[in-house]
C-alpha cells in the first residue's frame, strides 16, 4: 500500500466531510461532519454523534476504527 494512501485512510474526518465510522465493524457513525476540533469530531446523521479525537486516533493506529468517505465533486 502506497504512503499516501495510508496517510488518508489514518486520518481523522474534517468539516464538510461525508463519513461513515466503523468500530469492530460495527457503524457508530454515519453523516455529515459538523465539527472537528482538538477534543471532539462531531457526525451529524440521523442524529448528533460526539467522537473523541483521542479515541478515534488510537483506534486508527490499533486497525480497530475504519473511516469510510464519501467521494466529493
Known amino acids: 500500500m502506497s504512503l499516501l494512501r495510508r496517510i488518508e485512510r ?31 469530531v462531531s457526525v451529524a446523521g440521523k442524529g448528533i454523534v460526539d467522537l473523541d479525537t483521542d479515541e478515534l486516533r488510537r483506534g486508527l493506529n490499533e486497525g480497530s476504527i475504519r473511516i469510510e468517505r464519501e467521494l466529493n465533486f
Not at 474526518?13 to 459538523?34: K, M, Y
Open 10 to 40: 489514518n486520518r481523522l474526518p474534517q468539516v464538510g466531510e461525508v463519513v461513515r465510522i466503523f468500530q469492530h465493524g460495527r457503524l457508530i457513525a454515519s453523516g455529515r461532519v459538523i465539527c472537528s476540533d482538538r477534543q471532539f
